[in-house]
Protein backbone atom coordinates (compact mmCIF):
# COMPACT_ATOMS: atom_id res chain seq x y z
CA UNK A 1 0.00 0.00 0.00
CA UNK A 2 1.22 3.48 -0.34
CA UNK A 3 -0.83 5.25 1.93
CA UNK A 4 -1.11 8.93 0.79
CA UNK A 5 0.58 10.29 -1.95
CA UNK A 6 0.97 14.18 -2.86
CA UNK A 7 1.61 15.37 -6.28
CA UNK A 8 3.48 17.67 -6.93
CA UNK A 9 6.68 17.61 -4.33
CA UNK A 10 7.76 21.01 -5.44
CA UNK A 11 6.03 23.71 -6.75
CA UNK A 12 7.17 27.16 -7.55
CA UNK A 13 4.04 29.92 -9.04
CA UNK A 14 3.46 33.64 -9.72
CA UNK A 15 1.17 35.77 -7.73
CA UNK A 16 -2.33 35.26 -9.27
CA UNK A 17 -1.56 31.64 -10.96
CA UNK A 18 -3.75 29.18 -10.02
CA UNK A 19 -2.84 25.40 -9.45
CA UNK A 20 -4.50 22.26 -8.00
CA UNK A 21 -2.94 20.03 -5.37
CA UNK A 22 -3.96 16.58 -5.12
CA UNK A 23 -4.39 14.47 -2.80
CA UNK A 24 -4.50 10.25 -3.02
CA UNK A 25 -4.96 7.62 -0.52
CA UNK A 26 -5.38 4.00 -0.73
CA UNK A 27 -6.40 2.87 2.79
CA UNK A 28 -10.26 3.16 2.04
CA UNK A 29 -10.45 6.28 4.76
CA UNK A 30 -13.42 7.95 4.89
CA UNK A 31 -11.88 11.07 6.42
CA UNK A 32 -9.49 13.41 4.94
CA UNK A 33 -7.79 16.69 6.01
CA UNK A 34 -5.81 19.68 4.43
CA UNK A 35 -3.01 21.59 6.40
CA UNK A 36 -0.15 23.87 5.77
CA UNK A 37 2.69 24.32 7.74
CA UNK A 38 4.57 27.29 8.90
CA UNK A 39 7.73 27.75 10.36
CA UNK A 40 7.16 28.36 13.92
CA UNK A 41 3.16 27.78 12.75
CA UNK A 42 3.07 24.04 13.39
CA UNK A 43 -0.15 22.59 11.33
CA UNK A 44 -3.08 24.48 10.37
CA UNK A 45 -6.18 22.69 9.36
CA UNK A 46 -7.37 24.16 6.05
CA UNK A 47 -10.01 22.20 4.62
CA UNK A 48 -11.41 18.36 5.40
CA UNK A 49 -14.01 16.53 4.42
CA UNK A 50 -15.98 13.23 6.21
CA UNK A 51 -17.03 11.55 3.04
CA UNK A 52 -17.24 11.68 -1.11
CA UNK A 53 -19.06 14.42 -2.16
CA UNK A 54 -18.34 16.41 0.60
CA UNK A 55 -16.20 19.07 2.24
CA UNK A 56 -15.75 21.64 5.41
CA UNK A 57 -13.88 24.48 6.35
CA UNK A 58 -10.82 24.38 8.57
CA UNK A 59 -9.09 27.15 10.61
CA UNK A 60 -7.59 28.64 7.60
CA UNK A 61 -9.50 28.38 4.51
CA UNK A 62 -9.28 31.65 3.08
CA UNK A 63 -7.71 31.54 -0.96
CA UNK A 64 -8.24 27.73 -0.72
CA UNK A 65 -11.14 25.53 -2.51
CA UNK A 66 -11.42 21.47 -2.47
CA UNK A 67 -13.18 18.91 -3.83
CA UNK A 68 -13.82 15.23 -3.40
CA UNK A 69 -15.33 13.61 -6.48
CA UNK A 70 -13.92 10.23 -5.37
CA UNK A 71 -13.42 8.87 -1.75
CA UNK A 72 -9.75 8.11 -2.87
CA UNK A 73 -9.00 11.58 -3.44
CA UNK A 74 -9.18 15.04 -1.87
CA UNK A 75 -7.86 18.20 -4.17
CA UNK A 76 -6.65 21.62 -2.84
CA UNK A 77 -7.40 24.72 -4.93
CA UNK A 78 -5.55 27.95 -5.50
CA UNK A 79 -7.24 30.13 -7.78
CA UNK A 80 -4.85 33.28 -7.53
CA UNK A 81 -1.98 32.24 -5.69
CA UNK A 82 -0.15 34.93 -2.85
CA UNK A 83 2.97 34.91 -1.56
CA UNK A 84 1.11 34.04 1.60
CA UNK A 85 0.30 30.87 0.83
CA UNK A 86 4.15 30.05 0.32
CA UNK A 87 4.09 27.12 2.65
CA UNK A 88 4.09 22.99 3.04
CA UNK A 89 1.04 21.60 2.44
CA UNK A 90 -0.02 18.44 4.02
CA UNK A 91 -2.53 16.00 3.52
CA UNK A 92 -4.23 13.39 5.40
CA UNK A 93 -6.33 10.96 5.99
CA UNK A 94 -7.79 9.01 8.62
CA UNK A 95 -10.26 5.77 9.68
CA UNK A 96 -12.04 7.14 12.42
CA UNK A 97 -13.91 10.84 12.29
CA UNK A 98 -12.20 13.77 12.96
CA UNK A 99 -14.41 14.25 16.19
CA UNK A 100 -13.62 10.66 17.57
CA UNK A 101 -11.32 10.21 20.68
CA UNK A 102 -8.97 7.75 19.02
CA UNK A 103 -7.83 9.98 15.25
CA UNK A 104 -4.73 8.53 14.00
CA UNK A 105 -3.92 10.64 10.75
CA UNK A 106 -1.91 9.28 8.31
CA UNK A 107 -0.03 11.97 6.48
CA UNK A 108 1.51 12.52 3.19
CA UNK A 109 4.79 13.76 2.13
CA UNK A 110 3.85 17.09 1.45
CA UNK A 111 4.43 19.96 -1.36
CA UNK A 112 6.57 22.69 -1.29
CA UNK A 113 4.73 25.38 -3.03
CA UNK A 114 6.15 29.03 -3.23
CA UNK A 115 4.36 31.66 -4.88
CA UNK A 116 6.68 34.57 -6.06
CA UNK B 1 -6.92 24.08 24.97
CA UNK B 2 -4.28 22.82 27.02
CA UNK B 3 -0.75 23.60 26.35
CA UNK B 4 1.91 21.52 26.01
CA UNK B 5 5.88 22.23 27.09
CA UNK B 6 8.77 20.08 25.61
CA UNK B 7 12.38 20.56 25.28
CA UNK B 8 13.55 21.91 22.04
CA UNK B 9 15.96 19.81 21.26
CA UNK B 10 17.59 16.63 23.12
CA UNK B 11 20.30 13.86 22.08
CA UNK B 12 20.09 10.47 22.47
CA UNK B 13 23.39 7.64 21.93
CA UNK B 14 22.04 4.92 19.69
CA UNK B 15 20.83 1.73 21.38
CA UNK B 16 20.06 3.65 24.40
CA UNK B 17 16.18 4.23 25.51
CA UNK B 18 15.07 7.82 24.50
CA UNK B 19 13.07 9.27 27.30
CA UNK B 20 10.73 12.41 25.82
CA UNK B 21 9.04 14.66 28.59
CA UNK B 22 6.27 16.89 28.21
CA UNK B 23 4.28 19.19 30.73
CA UNK B 24 0.19 20.07 30.06
CA UNK B 25 -0.53 20.70 33.34
CA UNK B 26 -3.81 22.79 32.23
CA UNK B 27 -4.75 19.10 30.47
CA UNK B 28 -8.54 18.61 31.22
CA UNK B 29 -10.21 15.22 31.96
CA UNK B 30 -11.41 14.35 29.00
CA UNK B 31 -8.31 15.44 26.60
CA UNK B 32 -5.93 12.79 25.46
CA UNK B 33 -2.20 12.86 25.11
CA UNK B 34 -1.28 12.35 21.65
CA UNK B 35 2.17 11.82 20.43
CA UNK B 36 3.24 12.45 16.43
CA UNK B 37 6.28 12.77 14.82
CA UNK B 38 8.17 14.78 11.48
CA UNK B 39 10.95 13.20 10.25
CA UNK B 40 13.03 15.47 8.15
CA UNK B 41 11.17 16.71 5.11
CA UNK B 42 8.13 14.51 5.93
CA UNK B 43 4.83 14.40 6.87
CA UNK B 44 4.15 14.11 10.70
CA UNK B 45 3.53 10.36 11.66
CA UNK B 46 1.56 9.16 14.56
CA UNK B 47 3.23 6.93 17.28
CA UNK B 48 0.71 6.67 20.40
CA UNK B 49 -1.73 7.97 22.35
CA UNK B 50 -3.81 7.66 25.76
CA UNK B 51 -6.18 9.15 28.59
CA UNK B 52 -4.69 8.31 31.92
CA UNK B 53 -3.11 4.89 31.56
CA UNK B 54 0.21 3.79 30.40
CA UNK B 55 -0.25 2.73 26.99
CA UNK B 56 2.78 0.79 24.69
CA UNK B 57 2.76 -0.35 21.04
CA UNK B 58 5.66 -1.46 19.10
CA UNK B 59 6.68 1.60 18.54
CA UNK B 60 7.11 3.41 21.80
CA UNK B 61 5.64 3.71 25.37
CA UNK B 62 3.69 6.11 27.20
CA UNK B 63 3.70 6.98 30.64
CA UNK B 64 1.38 9.24 31.79
CA UNK B 65 1.92 10.79 35.71
CA UNK B 66 -1.31 10.08 37.77
CA UNK B 67 -2.18 13.51 37.87
CA UNK B 68 -1.88 13.69 34.25
CA UNK B 69 0.00 16.90 34.20
CA UNK B 70 3.03 15.79 32.30
CA UNK B 71 3.79 12.26 30.18
CA UNK B 72 7.07 11.08 29.06
CA UNK B 73 7.38 9.32 25.55
CA UNK B 74 10.32 6.81 25.91
CA UNK B 75 11.36 4.73 22.48
CA UNK B 76 13.17 2.07 24.42
CA UNK B 77 15.84 1.43 21.80
CA UNK B 78 16.40 4.68 19.80
CA UNK B 79 18.20 4.28 16.35
CA UNK B 80 19.29 7.12 13.80
CA UNK B 81 16.45 6.82 11.85
CA UNK B 82 14.37 8.01 14.96
CA UNK B 83 16.43 11.26 14.86
CA UNK B 84 12.94 13.95 14.05
CA UNK B 85 10.85 16.18 15.45
CA UNK B 86 8.39 14.63 17.76
CA UNK B 87 4.82 16.62 19.17
CA UNK B 88 3.65 16.14 22.21
CA UNK B 89 -0.28 17.25 21.39
CA UNK B 90 -3.27 17.43 23.59
CA UNK B 91 -6.27 16.60 21.40
CA UNK B 92 -8.90 19.33 22.28
CA UNK B 93 -12.87 18.77 21.61
CA UNK B 94 -13.78 18.71 18.05
CA UNK B 95 -15.79 21.41 16.89
CA UNK B 96 -16.44 21.86 13.49
CA UNK B 97 -13.69 23.85 11.37
CA UNK B 98 -10.82 23.42 14.67
CA UNK B 99 -7.68 21.49 14.27
CA UNK B 100 -8.33 18.35 16.27
CA UNK B 101 -4.31 17.94 16.56
CA UNK B 102 -2.33 21.19 17.38
CA UNK B 103 1.21 21.07 16.92
CA UNK B 104 3.55 23.14 18.67
CA UNK B 105 7.79 22.94 18.05
CA UNK B 106 8.33 19.44 19.43
CA UNK B 107 11.44 18.15 20.65
CA UNK B 108 14.08 17.61 17.84
CA UNK B 109 15.37 14.42 19.02
CA UNK B 110 19.47 13.74 17.76
CA UNK B 111 20.13 9.97 17.68
CA UNK B 112 23.75 9.85 17.79
CA UNK B 113 26.22 6.83 16.81
Known amino acids: NAGVTQTPKFRVLKTGQSMTLLCAQD?????MYWYRQDPGMGLRLIHY???????AKGEVPDGYNVSRLKKQNFLLGLESAAPSQTSVYFC???????????????FGPGTRLTVL | DAKTTQPPSMDCAEGRAANLPCNHS???????VYWYRQIHSQGPQYIIH???NNETNEMASLIITEDRKSSTLILPHATLRDTAVYYC??????????????FGKGTRLSVIA
Open chain 1, 92 to 106: ASSYHPPESSYNEQF
Open chain 1, 27 to 31: MNHEY
Open chain 1, 49 to 55: SVGEGTT
Open chain 2, 26 to 32: TISGNEY
Open chain 2, 50 to 52: GLK
Open chain 2, 89 to 102: IVRPSWNSGNTPLV
